[in-house]
Nanobody, 124 residues
Framework: VQLQASGGGLVQPGGSLRLSCAASGGTFSNYRVGWFRQAPGKEREFVSAIVWGGGSTRYADSVKGRFSISKNHALNTVYLQMNTLKPEDTAVYYC??????????????????WGQGTLVTVSS
């Protein structure tokens, strides 16, 4: 399975963007799909994850109430809707796959496949 992340861009503070993570060469079945981000000079951090089969979701505290993760089975795509964006949300956003347990979804080391990243810049 290959991952293709898209949807990044430049947005003003308070604005919205929707990122997409599409699967090719396979499906997300039996996986959990996570979104991570990495700002310049910082470590990659967990943003959100979704269980492809059941739909359970998890969020980092920093994005709760502002970001929403969802999926479309027909399109083999996971979305990250980002609202009320802040300058500190500026980063390269990556999607990735894991089969790890629920309690380890935040751990980058548990993810075995990564997309190429899409840049989100929040600035006036």
């Amino acid at each position: 399975v290959q991952l293709q992340a898209s949807g990044g861009g430049l947005v003003q503070p308070g604005g919205s963007l929707r990122l997409s993570c599409a699967a090719s060469g396979g499906t997300f079945s039996n996986y959990r799909v996570g979104w991570f981000r990495q700002a310049p000079g910082k470590e990659r951090e967990f943003v959100s994850a979704i269980v492809w089969g059941g739909g359970s979701t998890r969020y980092a505290d920093s994005v709760k109430g502002r970001f929403s993760i969802s999926k479309n089975h027909a399109l083999n795509t996971v979305y990250l809707q980002m609202n009320t964006l802040k300058p500190e949300d500026t980063a390269v956003y990556y999607c990735a796959l894991t089969q790890t347990i629920w309690s380890s979804l935040h751990d980058t080391r548990q993810y075995t496949k990564w997309g190429q990243g899409t840049l989100v810049t929040v600035s006036s």
